[in-house]
């Protein structure tokens, strides 16, 4: 119910053409649809430009199914995406929408429905190792289905400067760079030194010990001295590329 | 042994009916029976205006069963409740007490027997999330053994507004609101901002990452800048209805 | 803008009375008046159900100046506070507003002007020590204004429990208790364990060390053994006081 | 020394212009300047897209003044912003640099001087409270210096959501949003689910108790529900002025 | 109001000489007197088998002196002790009960009057540093006001164990033992490894950085392979004092 | 080796019937034997007064049923305990050492051969709540190993006061007095304010959220107002019992 | 690429031999491999002076066993280990590279190829207890990949100095030193303090409770008063090898 | 008192030189003074290998005089160091040793006396950002009483790396590397991704935020990716130049 909505229905106020009782019912009637266990809100894609989105921990695989099915019921829609969902969880929303693009995120999954259609932002998603795999295939998965299509980078971690440096051009020539990274989180900082273009980092659970789950790397990247680094939640590889298509319009 | 009953052991030990020694033992037996590995406390409803509860983790089936077993023997006995019973805890105070009515609360059980009488008032409960359901199953399940029977609005967060906005009237016609939400558990303060009755906000473990297990929420919500929010502990839905249960006289 | 003024607007542009752009206008004109550096809310009070209030520190003393002349300007206004002025926020709001009732809470200040008609709930604020004053005088003087009449017990804590139990007929018998107290908080505990009233619990930073400047009986009044507690934030006697505003109607 | 210096120095190498081992040594000679105290780095500008920037807690008035002399020393400079600068640091730069501009920001100032050309992208700068005007102020001052100009909306805290939503028109137009919060930072999350562009969050140490000097703001920005919300540091307005910079081309 | 006292209440009950209402006048009346801003605890001492004790800080100067006045009020009353009192509040109390031993304790005072008579139990009091003095001396005068005479070892630190083990002769043949370290806390282990007899351990909050204002060589301390060490709070001079008089009968 | 032996040593070294380089030998011969993956101590009993114990968690069955052989192997030995043994660990060391006496203790166990003679002192042991049952059932063991024959109060927690107060007559007689408590943790100040005996308060990591696996408690009763409580680490109900052993000579 | 490699390269270009462009191109190459999933650097054991390493978790055995496979690609190879490998990965690797030396470090595996050859130095590594061994054992399996024959003290924890004092020959004597200790890890300040040697601290996770998973014997590492000591990660006995071969040369 | 002398001591008791009681009394006489408030260790040069040093903070201006004044009474002398002395502090000891050498660093100073001679290693000390200076200041000022002369090199953090490039050879030939750096500390892995030669880092309390007090760089530190970095407590210089005496002998 954007501004002209508004002015259109008061028109009709005004006009005869609706009741003011029943201008108010609609003022109250907003796009959700609620399902009990949840309420599908059928036009964040319009208010916050990118595609619905189901985080399925701590859903049943009867919800996920329900409220994908509640969101692509409707006509036109923009891109659907459930994160984490596991295997049972998988299987429910295959079920009762076949189509959707799997990607394997470590013990879980990445499903999208209605990819949008590609766009030409260049994006490039690194990585400091081989354990941040699975947080960046969700961010790319989700990039794909928001039509991006992103160059993923693995293992240029800060031991060994020279592996990040040899891209160095693919690094500094993308419209916009995602750096995922656990232990100390320094790739961001250097990323974030050599490139004008946005950087977002995301911190990874990797490691262990003084890591402390992410904690390390998140504080790490948030006290960058890298000027304009902004930063996600811990192994939030979804956020990170919904940030990418909100900057990348 | 409230006041009264007091005044007429001493009045009966200066009448002689009762001995100062006999008197001195009284004064000595409260309430409670010891089961060895629990003090029964028999007059809690009477002392704190709610009902009993047992909270089953660290204790075995025996434990609580033999627990539920001595509360409800208490004639004319208040609202008795188990919460967070596993399958194995619930099979035992079942087949001890075969009436109680049961919910399930995520991988748990509330067990309730000897429902209070109906309450009038109105009571809402929101959450922010679909993954908040447990808490709030906990929490309903409670309020209704002490006589309320409480609204249930699930998936409310903050990030698309208008679905809150949508049942408004609702919250701000509610006596009481309960307000269930994890990750920056937001919610609260914008719902506290929006009605002048008692608001109690109850953290969530869902999330991950930077929600700390339910810490970053709870902070958040002892934070508020909507005042007089107040706050019970993380995942504590039994609690919450014990607040409102205070508070609603 | 309540929903009966929508439903009065809305027929009036039907009437003809109101033109539809003029109405869309009026729907954002809200009842706040924007000062630069505060945006100040005048109709918080009949919304949230409490006085309007101003948090000092980070003001100037000339915007608290100016905030509180304009809340005062509303004709038939509600209470409104200011806590913790320092000396020179107290001289520049009493300069502009000189019939402010001042409490000295510690090192600062707490004022408030119009305070509401005297309410009959009774209402106890218990302290654990005689350091939890700064505190607990804050508390008192916001529910002064909110027009309860507390009484204050200062120094019950539970290292010398008949200090408290001497008072338990005081605290039984109170609508709404307010418990203050710093180091590990167990008088929060102690009194809900006694009274059926809603208990409001107010962690304090005095005290050194392993008291973590009020953490450590945060943590203690949240994991509290005695059900239905209610938590605030550390230091925060202005929202306990609006929490009982909210609890006593 | 970007890739087209470097092919061109190999070519004059090839063609005898350059000896190898003056290529060596120019290989080796970087744009920054040793100060001893500070390695000033010339071409940040050019490599990160932002003006150069000092921080100056930590630096004598004296290392101040030299590192502005040695930055403003380049010709065709690009912006140069000192933060956080004390009286006697302000003093020491205004006399050897004595056109910038100036701005109080609380206890501190920031100064800039060779400001950008005016960038014609709308941003707005968002407060949760008026003690968060600091924070939003050297931010403002930032973005100015790097040729925006932005909109500043303070005090449109959570607590009273009509604030914000009277301004929702110039949010959602806003290219790109920064949002300044403490204590519970939920305005950031509010503001992220009606807008569909960039939205940066800033916590801020404002408040007390729980709030933890703007850990919880923090942790509860970065736990948001709304998605694409990213973050910087606490009561980093620099950085986020940065980051819009990046984002905005 | 022990149990012999109750007995021979209620005796006097039924054989008439008191009255019931008045002899629950008297159940009431326990031994404290209620300053206003304190409960002043006339039978701790009885009790809890130690001294009176007022801990300054969050009092007026007034409140010390008033509070020390009512104690030493109490005809053969026991030891009194005030802890951490500044220049003015050691001032206040010197003017009302000039009598009192004065111990500096780094920036504060402890003062005590009525020591108890000397208590024959050798006591050994050993520090990491000097910088734990402070607490090693109030430690100390408290322990002088409780009878004891207790030996200071001062810097025995575990970087040069030979200076603890050329005292371990003292060390071993004392009946208690107070160790108070910082930084990393070891010394408590060390000692708990080589003595038979009760050690309870101190953490303190000198040092810098990695120590944590004390949490290091708390947590260190309660981490101890040393079995039966025991622990009090950080800096907790008094309380280690008050453990060794419950200890030592 | 102690001092008397040292002497003879000397005195042998001058009397020609101990070379000096065997002396030097013998020096170095301390009362340990190396196994390898242990160095088991053979005069801990002594030296520190209490048995020896093995902590079984990080060693294999083999390891403990080794260090279990060695330290019976000692003639005229001392008690000599295990605790927190798995399954397979409680089958290793009965079958090299079948005596020993086993006690459950959640789902570990601790086991005990050649227990003390049985020792006079009245030792009571109470806990909040029944889970912490585990908890005090090592102590217990660990007790009755070292020759006491404690008295265990289960679910004295603080919300129900009256509990503990009914045996306040056991709780003031005793000689010492362990306080076993999760959630948060008061019901140890309560304790150590009735009772003038040594006070030894275990946190235990019972309770959920905010209850931070014990480290809530833990903080409570280190930040007791309660004079001279002190405490050992969460869950140790091993170290309480040998705190004990060194308080209770 | 070092720096004699990029005179010679340079000096190719100048003399004609390598064409401008191609010599971009071999700048641009560094000696590393790209598997899509890892990026294997080459020169990491000459760069570092350590040979290369494998941390397995994160990766599948698949990813595992590809990394290793190239790393043994290269002729001439310097050591070459994988850590923490599960049963699966150690299969994996074992049968892509049968020669490997596997030792078990708890529940994983090190496995090591091509062992350097033996170097001279003097190593002792000592354990604080017995449950240290499965870092211990990591610890010396990388050492000995690396030529080093380190001696292994376990259990050498300070509640009895004795048995670290009687090997007290043999900690002075080496070249350097690692302790491995978790609880309160005060064996590593014991041992710096009698030896003029490095010696490396690594806190392990061993304990439980206050023991907060190696976090306290990490801070107390690192608050250590015995001057020089530094300090790895909680468990990092691969980092504390690599440490020495640093320091050794 | 090393082996030898212990050695000939016996062989003089053995030859009657000298009697056993005298041995006893010399085997308890170690090498330190008890000046009552510090125990001065004599021979701790010869232990740990490196020069006297003494902590100022938490001593008098008297205190620091009498230890310098000891430690300097002893014939031959190892150097001798005071850090952070206050002003106070620093006239006190240059009044009884007036020949010290003098560094500020930052609000307090760091004075040596006897030097030690010149040693041949190369050592650089490297920070991140001017704001360092003084942590490094005082690392310098060790390491230059202990022989050494390093080679200072401010301000190279890694948002501009090249500025650290342009000293690779200086970084890379030298003997050992000390890191010195606040915010996200990611300095001290890039250093250790590119020398074979030992690294020890050090955590500053730069920054501000969530940089927590110089928490997040040691976190950060400590979770490096660059295997076999070291890590001292934060604002260590001291530590750091003690562990290069350990390490360069």
Not at 28 to 51: K, N
């Amino acid at each position: 119910m954007d501004e002209t909505a508004l002015s259109q229905l008061l028109e009709d106020v005004r006009s005869g053409i609706v009741d003011p009782d029943e201008a108010l019912v609609r003022l109250r009637r907003l796009p959700f649809v609620d399902l009990g266990f949840a309420r599908v809100d059928h036009h964040r894609a319009l208010r916050q430009g990118i595609g619905e989105a189901v985080y399925a921990p701590g859903k049943t695989p009867e919800h996920c199914a329900a409220v994908v099915t509640e969101l692509l019921s409707e006509p036109g829609s923009s891109p659907v995406v459930i994160t984490r969902a596991s295997d049972d969880q998988l299987k429910a929303v295959l079920e009762v929408a076949p189509g959707g693009e799997v990607t394997a995120t470590g013990q879980t999954y990445t499903v999208s429905w209605c990819g949008a259609l590609e766009r030409p932002a260049r994006v490039v998603v690194i990585t400091g190792g081989t354990a941040d795999l699975p947080v960046a295939k969700e961010c790319e998965a989700v990039l794909r289905a928001f039509g991006f299509r992103p160059q993923l980078m693995v293992d240029c971690g800060i031991a060994g400067v020279h592996r990040l440096l040899a891209s160095v051009d693919d690094v500094t020539s993308a419209d916009a760079v995602v750096v995922i990274a656990g232990m100390e989180g320094a790739l961001a900082s250097l990323v974030a030194g050599i490139t004008a273009s946005p950087v977002v980092a995301v911190p990874t659970s990797t490691g262990y010990g003084a890591g402390l789950e992410g904690v390390t790397a998140l504080l790490a990247m948030l006290s960058s001295c890298a000027p304009g680094l902004t930063v996600v939640g811990i192994d939030n590889g979804f956020g990170a590329a919904c940030a990418l298509s909100r900057i990348l319009g």
